[in-house]
């Protein structure tokens, strides 16, 4: 536009999402958009100008082998073969108007019409879909079984979902297999929620396939919604932990972080001054840092991130302290030594004397995930015999705590991946309200042997290139592993109140985990 002077024709490819708009591809849209708005700009100063908002081409798009192909068909956009948009093409350029939009539509079965289209479109038949303005539907589902109203519901939900897909009615919908593996993605996941909100009338939320993975689930929670009906056990995962007005409080709380944290107050000192606590690869866990690195993604046994959070000082432990031998030291996984520390601390912080729990029903909740320290060994040393299945055992991750402290509550290890320290917290709250504890540890560790996760989530392109999460900003490229352990030491409030232990904070709800079906 700056460039040219004295020409004849000033022609522009542009797109009729920037006309129509398009599901999924708003960035599309605002750029083509943008050369719809230059033409006309260029109109306005007297200079030639003509901007072409096409269709669907059938041989150039890059839609055109893709599932978007065929949903585009199916709500009535046709594709365009070369022989047309040459057509179309020399009649455009024939129409003295800055913006025209070549397009082949089906008019008989356009859906979800956009408002330029609405006169030429015949009006829709009303269907399930439309919606439920006088509440009829409602009032009449209202009145049935619940059993009755829920299987109307699961086939109705159906029926949206084989809409969406392409499928001719619901009766091919499997109403029990998860969403994902009926292919759906996240424009189809949207497609799906804007058509229940129409037919519900009910504001759904976009993470609606997510968080109801399975048809016959999204029927029951939209039995819930709209009637009242019974929260399923597979739709809930919150549960609040105050029972008979006896909250569960924090009373204690200790800490290892990346960044030389080793308290909660550093770990607070970390966050406000807004720190960096990522660094490179630990150079004295015998990984070979020179050839472990890699910016090619597919080079097998790399990783083309080179930087995490660390605790560069994980190796470091006083064994004699704790009344371990250095044999049985070395032979234990580095995450229960680090439980040990970090549990003596969290009674000291709490101003209890560790020692002075032998024998109480205190309880330890433990989450943990690597378990690869013993992994790095191609041969166990024979002085190492009969250390190393306790020292690298998950279970002892949480029982060498009960049984160095003395401690006669539960003693639970969990794994759930991401969320176990999570579901520790959850089931030490449920165990102090059952009364199984009067006291509990509840926390978890992290720490890498191995760098086997960053060349995992190399292959799988899952990792941040440059070592950090960039969560929830436009910058996110994947995940960045970093090392920890933290443990809280909670009791019912009356108990803490009795004991004169400072209250920290209050637990209000916890969560459990589910790995079954979702949609990834």
Same mark, same amino acid.
């Given at each position: 536009?700056?460039?040219?002077?004295?020409? %004849?024709a000033?022609?522009?490819?542009?797109?009729?999402?920037?006309?129509f708009?398009?599901?999924g591809?708003?960035n599309y849209a605002?750029a083509n958009?943008?050369?719809?708005a230059?033409?006309?700009q260029?109109?306005?100063?007297? +200079?030639p100008?003509?901007?072409l908002?096409?269709?669907?081409?059938?041989?150039a798009?890059?839609?055109?082998? %893709?599932?978007d192909?065929?949903?585009?068909?199916?709500?009535? =956009?046709?594709?365009i073969d070369?022989?047309?948009?040459?057509r179309?093409?020399?009649?455009?350029?024939r129409?003295?108007v800055?913006?025209?939009?070549p397009v082949?539509?089906?008019?008989?079965?356009l859906?979800?019409v956009?408002?330029?289209?609405? /006169?030429l479109?015949?009006?829709?038949?009303?269907t399930?879909?439309?919606?439920d303005?006088?509440?009829?539907?409602?009032?009449?589902?209202?009145?049935?079984?619940?059993e009755?109203?829920?299987?109307?519901?699961?086939?109705q939900?159906?029926?949206?979902?084989?809409?969406?897909?392409?499928?001719? @009615?619901?009766d091919?919908?499997?109403?029990g297999?998860?969403?994902?593996?009926?292919g759906f993605?996240?424009?189809?996941?949207?497609?799906?929620r804007?058509?229940?909100?129409?037919?519900?009338? =009910? /504001? +759904?939320p976009?993470?609606?396939?997510?968080?109801?993975?399975s048809?016959?689930?999204?029927a029951g929670h939209?039995?819930?919604?709209l009637?009242?009906?019974? /929260?399923?056990?597979?739709s809930?995962?919150?549960v609040?932990?105050?029972?008979g007005?006896?909250p569960?409080?924090?009373?204690?709380?200790?800490?290892?972080?990346?960044g030389?944290?080793s308290?909660?107050?550093?770990?607070?000192?970390?966050?406000?001054?807004?720190?960096d606590?990522?660094?490179?690869?630990?150079?004295?866990?015998g990984?070979?840092?020179g050839?472990?690195? @890699?910016?090619?993604?597919d080079?097998?046994?790399t990783?083309y991130?080179?930087?995490?959070?660390?605790?560069?000082?994980?190796a @470091?432990?006083?064994?004699g302290?704790?009344?371990?031998?250095?044999r049985e030291?070395?032979?234990?996984?580095?995450?229960?030594r680090l439980?040990?520390e970090?549990?003596?601390?969290?009674?000291?912080?709490?101003?209890i004397d560790?020692?002075?729990?032998?024998?109480?029903?205190?309880?330890?909740?433990?989450?943990?995930?690597?378990h690869?320290?013993?992994?790095?060994?191609?041969?166990i040393?024979?002085?190492?015999?009969?250390?190393?299945g306790?020292?690298?055992?998950?279970?002892?991750?949480s029982?060498?705590?009960?049984?160095?402290?003395?401690?006669?509550?539960?003693?639970?290890?969990?794994?759930t991946?991401?969320?176990?320290?999570?579901?520790?917290?959850?089931?030490?709250?449920?165990?102090?309200q059952?009364?199984?504890?009067?006291?509990?540890l509840?926390?978890?560790v992290a720490?890498?042997?191995?760098?086997?996760?960053?060349?995992?989530f190399?292959?799988?392109?899952?990792?941040?290139?440059?070592g950090?999460c960039?969560?929830?900003?436009?910058?996110?490229?994947?995940?960045?592993w970093?090392?920890?352990?933290?443990?809280?030491?909670?009791?019912?409030?009356?108990d803490?109140?009795?004991?004169?232990?400072?209250?920290l904070?209050?637990?209000?709800?916890?969560? =459990?985990n589910?790995?079954?079906?979702?949609?990834?």
């Amino acid at each position: 536009h700056e460039l040219s002077d004295g020409l %004849s024709a000033f022609v522009l490819f542009s797109s009729a999402s920037g006309v129509f708009g398009s599901a999924g591809q708003a960035n599309y849209a605002a750029a083509n958009a943008y050369l719809d708005a230059l033409a006309r700009q260029r109109r306005g100063q007297g +200079l030639p100008a003509q901007s072409l908002a096409w269709g669907l081409w059938e041989s150039a798009s890059t839609l055109a082998q %893709s599932a978007d192909r065929e949903r585009l068909e199916r709500s009535g =956009v046709l594709p365009i073969d070369d022989e047309t948009g040459l057509r179309l093409f020399d009649a455009a350029l024939r129409a003295d108007v800055p913006v025209t939009v070549p397009v082949r539509l089906r008019l008989n079965r356009l859906t979800s019409v956009p408002p330029l289209l609405s /006169r030429l479109a015949p009006a829709p038949r009303r269907t399930a879909t439309a919606g439920d303005q006088d509440g009829s539907w409602t009032k009449r589902y209202a009145g049935w079984d619940p059993e009755r109203r829920r299987a109307e519901l699961v086939r109705q939900v159906c029926t949206v979902v084989a809409g969406v897909l392409g499928f001719g @009615d619901g009766d091919q919908i499997d109403a029990g297999q998860a969403f994902r593996d009926m292919g759906f993605d996240s424009l189809t996941a949207v497609d799906l929620r804007n058509r229940l909100a129409t037919w519900t009338g =009910v /504001r +759904l939320p976009a993470t609606l396939v997510f968080d109801y993975p399975s048809p016959v689930v999204l029927a029951g929670h939209l039995d819930e919604v709209l009637f009242g009906g019974s /929260r399923s056990a597979s739709s809930s995962s919150a549960v609040a932990v105050a029972v008979g007005g006896d909250p569960v409080v924090i009373v204690g709380m200790a800490c290892r972080f990346p960044g030389g944290v080793s308290s909660p107050e550093g770990l607070w000192d970390l966050v406000v001054g807004e720190g960096d606590a990522v660094g490179g690869f630990p150079v004295d866990r015998g990984w070979d840092v020179g050839r472990l690195f @890699d910016p090619d993604p597919d080079r097998v046994g790399t990783s083309y991130a080179r930087e995490g959070g660390f605790l560069y000082g994980a190796a @470091d432990f006083d064994a004699g302290f704790f009344g371990v031998s250095p044999r049985e030291a070395l032979a234990m996984d580095p995450q229960q030594r680090l439980l040990l520390e970090v549990s003596w601390e969290v009674l000291e912080r709490a101003g209890i004397d560790p020692l002075s729990l032998r024998g109480s029903r205190t309880g330890v909740f433990t989450g943990l995930m690597y378990h690869d320290y013993l992994g790095r060994m191609t041969h166990i040393p024979p002085e190492l015999e009969g250390h190393m299945g306790n020292g690298n055992a998950g279970s002892i991750a949480s029982g060498r705590i009960a049984y160095t402290f003395g401690f006669e509550g539960p003693a639970v290890t969990v794994d759930t991946a991401c969320s176990s320290s999570l579901v520790a917290l959850h089931l030490a709250a449920q165990s102090l309200q059952s009364g199984e504890c009067d006291l509990a540890l509840a926390g978890g560790v992290a720490v890498m042997a191995t760098p086997g996760v960053f060349v995992e989530f190399s292959r799988q392109r899952g990792l941040a290139a440059d070592g950090r999460c960039k969560s929830f900003a436009a910058a996110a490229d994947g995940t960045g592993w970093s090392e920890g352990a933290g443990v809280l030491l909670v009791e019912r409030l009356s108990d803490a109140r009795r004991r004169g232990h400072r209250v920290l904070a209050v637990v209000r709800g916890s969560a =459990v985990n589910q790995d079954g079906a979702s949609n990834g």
